[in-house]
């Protein structure tokens, strides 16, 4: 039967600025493994698909950067000749020690990188002009390098990021459908405000804690005093695909994202054996069958309970599909296909809130992290690179006014974009990248400082693709 209400498949795409800033362990091979494993792989899968993606403007930067040699030549290094190398190496490291199974699929796995490679020729190294042709696909932008927006020092700052991160977008994609998420779907109140002033119509918060995990508000938009609708995410859904515990991605079949070899790389499953892959397959279609089912129930528990269309917002980190989840473009083309049967209508987030009137209510201050609080980005343990980010951000505002449209405030405001990313505290509270994000924290903080007090011109700025356009209308005329 046809189902009342829309489920909303959003993809988060994002990366801070790592392009020429180091490459193994930490570095510009998170882009790469990102693009072979997750965006390349999912362009197919989103060819003909009413899906809502975002494209972070400081990941655009960096695919921009791919588009013409450099970062795009060494991305085809990466892929056709440094992963076939460790492949090779661990899988013969594996057969000596009599492993033929786990050597055998490491030479499979290789596999994926030739096609990566070839995929990307296919597309000429383009893959913004790819994105832009996915025809039924809504694109969202964000801030202009995901910053945490409720810690901004500043409106100036704000509407520094908001504004550099929405004109860029609309530089490459040629339009803009109003659709904004939130770094970190970080939310305070009166932020809307500001995302108002810019032109913003529809963002994703997080009320979970606030309503409840599996609250049938969370399938309910939300209009703001400002005009602008606010989208719950829905946990109770996204936890069947997020969770890699007690989600599908930690079923026994499916490729141990955590257990590596010397090159870390992945041949075992879940369970401590061999992957196999065409399990593995039928498992990700079992699964997208069981997703796909739950999201119609939910729907129509809610349509008889408010007698009205609902929507369910499944926000993912597109890195999660392919990357991190091996399986995750196979279950998303899957789950695409069993929705059209089970007649579960597959919207974009603007579509779908069409469809759904907005209700109004209180949104309370949240994020998606874990606590569903600012804690990830503002606790002791990252005190110091808060601290850091908000010296960086009045030293920038201070000196807009002495300084004007200059060259060296073009170069202080760039350096302080790469500052904010909400993904160096994020690192550091995970314990994810070793001394990496403190680095890279540092080394920004002195380069703006340096912008800030001396007439010399940096010869090779690090931040050289990141907003190269940089508009200071709003340090300028704050």
């Not at 921009?64 to 970062?71: E, I, N, S, T, V």
């Not at 594996?94 to 796995?109: K, M, P, S, T």
């Not at 949240?366 to 808060?386: H, L």
């Amino acid at each position: 039967m046809s189902r009342s209400g829309s489920l909303c498949l959003l993809l988060h795409s994002h990366m801070p600025y790592v392009e020429g800033f180091g490459t193994w362990p930490f570095g510009e091979e998170w882009l790469f493994e990102a693009v072979a494993a997750s965006y390349l792989p999912l362009l197919d899968v989103l060819a003909d698909t009413p899906v809502t993606l975002t494209i972070t403007p400081v990941l655009a930067d960096q695919l921009d950067a791919m588009r013409d040699g450099g970062a795009g030549d060494r991305f085809e290094r990466f892929a056709r000749d440094l992963r076939s190398l460790t492949h090779a190496e661990d899988a013969k490291q594996l057969e000596v020690a009599g492993d033929v199974e786990l050597a055998a699929e490491l030479r499979r796995a290789a596999g994926d990188y030739d096609r990566a490679a070839d995929a990307f020729d296919r597309v000429g190294g383009d893959l913004i002009s790819a994105i832009r042709a996915l025809e039924r696909a809504e694109l969202w932008t964000s801030g202009a390098t995901h910053p945490l927006l409720p810690l901004l020092a500043t409106r100036a700052g704000t509407a520094l990021q908001l504004a550099a991160g929405i004109d860029s977008h609309v530089d490459r994609f040629g339009d803009w459908c109003g659709g904004f998420w939130l770094p970190e779907c970080a939310y305070r109140a009166g932020l809307e405000a500001d995302l108002a002033d810019h032109g913003v119509r529809v963002f994703c918060v997080d009320q979970t804690d606030h309503l409840g995990l599996g609250a049938l508000e969370n399938l309910e938009p939300v209009q703001t005093p400002d005009g602008v609708v606010a989208v719950p995410i829905d946990w109770q859904t996204i936890c069947l695909v997020w969770d890699m515990h007690r989600g599908y991605p930690g079923a026994p079949g499916y490729r141990d994202y955590h257990r590596k070899t010397r090159y870390d790389l992945r041949p075992w499953n879940v369970a401590g054996e061999p992957y196999r892959p065409g399990v593995a397959r039928t498992l990700a279609r079992e699964h997208a069958r069981d997703f796909v089912a739950k999201v119609g129930r939910r729907l129509d528990l809610y349509a008889a309970e408010r007698d009205r269309p609902g929507l369910v917002c499944c926000a993912l980190d597109t890195e999660l599909l392919g990357h991190w989840w091996y399986e995750g473009p196979v279950w998303l083309a899957a789950a695409i296909e069993e929705a059209k049967a089970a007649e579960v209508a597959l919207r974009t987030v603007s579509d779908a809130v069409a469809q759904c009137e907005p209700v109004e209510r209180t949104l309370q201050d949240s994020s998606w992290g874990t606590p569903k609080t600012f804690a990830t980005w503002d606790s002791p343990a990252v005190a110091e690179i808060v601290f850091t980010q908000r010296r960086g951000e009045l030293a920038v505002m201070a000196a807009a006014t002495r300084l004007g449209r200059s060259t060296r405030l073009e170069r202080a405001a760039r350096e302080l974009l790469a500052l904010q990313s909400s993904d160096w505290a994020f690192q550091v509270t995970r314990d994810q990248a070793g001394s990496y994000p403190l680095e890279r924290v540092a080394g920004h903080a002195a380069a703006l400082h340096a912008a800030l007090t001396t007439d010399g011109a940096d010869p090779d700025p690090r931040v050289r693709n990141l907003q190269p356009q940089l508009d200071l209308s709003p340090l300028i005329n704050p």
